[in-house]
């Protein structure tokens, strides 16, 4: 039988041929051989061998899997970017609520607070910019008050006056819509349009304090209406004082207000008033700096500065950090870079040659180009400090993004390295786009609709991407491989390692490839200045950039140099002197650590958040090489 078996199925001569196999090959594992074998063979017979079909199997498994397994990354890194944005949308939604909370009033009567006649603290949201609840508490009047009736909750009614003047903000006014109907209030302005008809006279007043008007209706029964309201002089740009009766507007406005007396403050001669109704163009209203303020554009713009300003202090008072007052003359240049404004009271005209030891201050002074070397010695001191003031550069630029004075924030952070610093600047930035978002919505608006450029993204929308989105972080050296990698013929200046990067190539990063503010750090110590810390590879230095769409760098910083050594040596290597730079050197003598820091344009963030072309426009008053006006 088994004779039968083996010569029908012609295992002898399988067996005979493995084991001849096996003596030729005398291979280590003959057990590992001989299963090889018999798979060939029976592969060659034409039959599958169970075991192949078990590993075939097994491999298109495992191919599912990982494509299940794929498919779960991808859906986890989708919830977990979705999650980021709740994350920080949830965190201003909890600052807004405390916000609101923080100016409540007290426990109510029926709790057994006992009456007081001091007025309570008005809510936060009630609260107009530039007040805290305290303070606007303290010019609260009301309409029950006034009239000796019984009131309701003072917060829960409008404020009918400014805490220091007896009118009512046209922004407040507006925003407490039919709550004030029935109300006599008193608001002061200048005139937008006036309408004269036989019977009525409309007149659109705005204050400043926000973007809208109010309509104030003169009847035959105002006082002052022939001798004011119909007055040459009561045109566009004349200053106004209204006093009347909050009714329901049959218009297109909720409210306006019955006048039963109008002044005219200041007449204005219509035929030579420059901003007449019609709209102006931005470089008009540079050569009038001093009204452009009253256009629409540019009062948009200076409440976004002006909230801009207010997160700024927030969000560094909220962190720990001690605002600092760094000096707008000094003796060092902070850049190395010789771009500065001499300060002097040597008579220029007089012909003779100057000499620093007889000047007033006995040698070389400065405007200065950065508070960062005085807010250094503060921050090795009180570890975190912020500077926000006025900085100067003598540039002989005419772009649309150079000013020769400008203001500068610059926090240092002691015991912090160059990822801390990175972390700071992002948080800043998205703290003061989160709060414009909040605060600025009717400015933002107007702005997205009249200066919204086509293929670009909304204003509003392009703000919430900032805040909602984490930057990308690469190196300098990533960045110079991604941009000569774009397969770009035109540029300008060729990227190239060891050269700074220029605007055209941080636009392309951060419009182009990555479509969002992107961080580049660690830069050949060429192209930075000589505090920054150099790397280990001795090529590069501990620096970065934080590049934005349409405006390139917004932010530059660095790991600061905190190596006496290393620092004396990048100083000689750029030529400075050291006696100008003895205090800066001193720290390091004293008790170094390290420390980083960054500087902030303010104006470029301000032109970011408005939309604006021109950095011009978006501070009060520009200046600009061979301009000074104003």
Known sequence: DVAEYLAKHQLEAVLHRMANEVAKARPTNPIDFMIDHLIMVGSQSGTEPAIVKSLRALRETILKDQAEAEEVRKEKAALEKEGTKLDYRVKHLLRTLDEMEA????????????????????????????????????????????????????????????????????????????????????????????????????????????LGNVQCVVTDQTAGRESDAKHPGMATGASVKVVGTVVESPGAQETELRATSVELLGAVDATTYPLAKKGHSLEFLREIAHLRPRSKAIGAVMRVRNAMAFATHEFFRDHGFLYVHTPLITASDCEGAGEMFAVTTHDLKGGKPYDPSADFFGREAFLTVS?????????????????????????????????????????????????????????????????????????????????????????????????????????YTEAIDRLQQAGKSDWAY?????????????????????????????????????????????????????????????????????????????????????????????TRKCGTQKHAGFGVGFERLVLYATSMDNIRDVIPFPRWHQSVTF
């Open 371 to 475: 508070g960062q070397l005085n807010g250094e010695y503060y921050a090795c001191a009180m570890s975190s400090i912020y500077t926000f003031g006025p900085t100067f550069r003598a540039e002989p630029s005419h772009t649309a993004r150079h000013l020769c004075e400008f203001w500068m924030i610059e926090p240092e952070i002691a015991f912090a390295d160059l990822g801390d610093d990175m972390n700071l600047a992002e948080a800043y930035l998205k703290h003061c786009f989160a709060y414009v978002l909040a605060h600025c919505g009717e400015d933002l608006a107007f702005l997205e609709a009249t200066y919204h450029k086509e293929g670009e993204p909304p204003l509003r929308e392009r703000l919430r991407g900032i805040v909602d989105e984490p930057f990308v972080r690469i190196s």
């Open 103 to 210: 100016g409540g009033a007290g426990p109510s009567k029926g709790e057994g607070a006992a009456a007081t006649s001091k007025p309570a603290a008005p809510a936060v949201a009630s609260v107009p910019l530039g007040h805290s609840p305290f303070s606007w508490a303290g010019g609260v009047t009301l309409a029950a008050e006034a009239s000796g009736g019984s009131s309701a909750p003072r917060d829960a009614l409008p404020a009918l006056r400014e805490p220091f003047s007896d009118r009512l903000a046209i922004a407040r006014f507006l925003k407490a819509g039919k709550a004030l109907l029935g109300e006599t209030i008193t608001v002061c302005g200048w005139v937008k349009t006036t309408r004269k008809q036989k019977e009525l006279v409309f007149i659109e007043v705005n204050d400043g304090s926000c």
């Open 494 to 586: 060729v990227p190239e390692w060891g050269k700074e990067l220029q605007t055209e190539h941080e636009r392309y990063l951060c419009e182009v490839t990555f479509k969002k503010p992107t961080i580049v750090y660690d830069y050949p110590k060429e192209c930075k200045a000589f505090y920054m810390r150099l790397n280990d590879d001795d090529r590069t230095v501990a620096a970065m950039d934080v590049l934005f769409p349409r405006v390139g760098e917004m932010v530059g910083g660095s790991q600061r140099e905190e190596r006496l050594d290393v620092l004396l040596a990048r100083m000689r290597d750029a030529g400075l002197d050291m006696e100008a730079y003895k205090a800066y050197i001193d």
